[in-house]
């Protein structure tokens, strides 16, 4: 299985759906957590509800899905990771015009300054690539995915999307 993750907001939803439309077998992540009684108890102060990645993974141990979209797919047990990357002023806007809080907004553009999901990725120990969803549809990312998945990963290894000269703004 191949984890496509990211932040809240890089676009991870919107690829998973052009996937599917292309005949891809993709696993909606947050739909099985629901779906399987796995979401925990709501986190207050983290506008969210506690996962065990434990047992979300054990729930997908013998999955056949081709991939699993959500920004915890990263946690399972698969054979690559791609993560969807995105600018963090368009990713303030795309998460400002879902609805989030400003405080919420914050702590994702944080979160996508400083890769975090990447680096979760990396320590996953497999192989691990980016998509820069930025100025991309759904299916030039997608496009992009389908690429990686054929080996074509020029352009799309961990480093080659930084928003590291973005942090003076955000910090």
Not at 13 to 42: F, N, P, Q
Not at 112 to 117: A, G
Not at 165 to 171: P, S, Y
């Amino acid at each position: 299985m191949i984890a496509l993750t990211g932040t809240p907001g890089t676009g991870k939803t919107s690829v998973a759906e052009e996937l599917r439309r292309r005949g891809h077998d993709v696993l909606d992540l947050k739909k099985h957590i629901s779906d399987s009684g796995l979401r925990g108890e709501y986190v207050e102060e983290m506008d969210t509800y506690d996962v065990d990645t434990d047992l979300l993974r054990e729930s997908l141990r013998n999955s056949e899905h081709e991939m699993a979209e959500g920004h915890l797919s990263h946690f399972l047990d698969t054979g690559m990771c791609i993560v969807m990357r995105c600018h963090p002023d368009v990713l303030a806007q795309r998460l400002r015009d879902r609805g989030y809080a400003e405080g919420k907004v914050r702590e994702n553009v944080e979160a996508e300054l400083l890769d975090v999901i990447l680096c979760e990725a990396v320590d996953s120990g497999v192989p691990v690539f980016a998509v820069d969803t930025t100025s991309s549809n759904a299916s030039r990312a997608a496009d992009a995915v389908e690429a990686i998945m054929r080996g074509e990963t020029d352009g799309h290894l961990p480093g080659d999307v930084s928003w590291a000269e973005e942090m003076d703004r955000w910090f």
